[in-house]
């Protein structure tokens, strides 16, 4: 078993942020890897070209093309924001996967999300 999970360093210890499924006194291997502001600010600016390219999209569509949100506008950006922080927790949580596996992931809870909203219709 292998387990990804982010920790912080203090005072000389090393402490995992959250709990571990770990037994009492359990030897574990631990390699370490820094956490880089750059790689976070790489992600944000990733995440808002994403986001321009979609709008850029979403604007050349004819308007039978697209159907319209049933959300609020601020139901929308409520939405996004609340995507965006969740594809941020799943890139932190999954920093030892590649991409396409982190992407496959996504898009499985997508599918699982969208089966469940049509449940509810």
Same mark, same amino acid.
């Given at each position: 078993?292998?387990?990804?999970?982010?920790?912080?360093?203090?005072?000389?210890?090393?402490? $995992?942020?959250?709990? +571990?499924?770990?037994?009492?006194?359990?030897?574990?291997?631990?390699? %370490?890897? $820094?956490?880089?502001?750059?790689?976070?600010?790489?992600? !944000?600016? *990733?995440?808002?070209?994403?986001?321009?390219?979609?709008?850029?999209?979403?604007?050349?569509?004819?308007?039978?093309?697209?159907?319209?949100? $049933?959300?609020?506008?601020? !139901?929308?950006?409520?939405?996004?924001?609340?995507?965006?922080?969740? +594809? *941020? !927790? +799943? *890139?932190?949580?999954?920093?030892?996967?590649?991409?396409?596996? %982190?992407?496959?992931? %996504?898009?499985?809870?997508?599918?699982?999300?969208?089966?469940?909203?049509? *449940?509810?219709?």
């Amino acid at each position: 078993m292998s387990i990804s999970t982010w920790a912080r360093y203090k005072n000389g210890i090393l402490k $995992p942020i959250g709990t +571990l499924p770990l037994k009492e006194n359990q030897r574990v291997r631990i390699i %370490v890897l $820094p956490q880089s502001q750059e790689v976070d600010e790489v992600d !944000e600016a *990733r995440l808002a070209e994403m986001h321009r390219r979609a709008d850029e999209w979403l604007a050349q569509q004819p308007p039978d093309a697209v159907r319209p949100s $049933p959300l609020s506008e601020e !139901e929308r950006r409520q939405a996004i924001a609340e995507l965006d922080q969740v +594809l *941020r !927790e +799943l *890139r932190e949580a999954n920093v030892h996967y590649s991409e396409e596996e %982190v992407m496959a992931d %996504v898009n499985a809870a997508v599918k699982a999300v969208r089966a469940e909203k049509m *449940r509810q219709l």
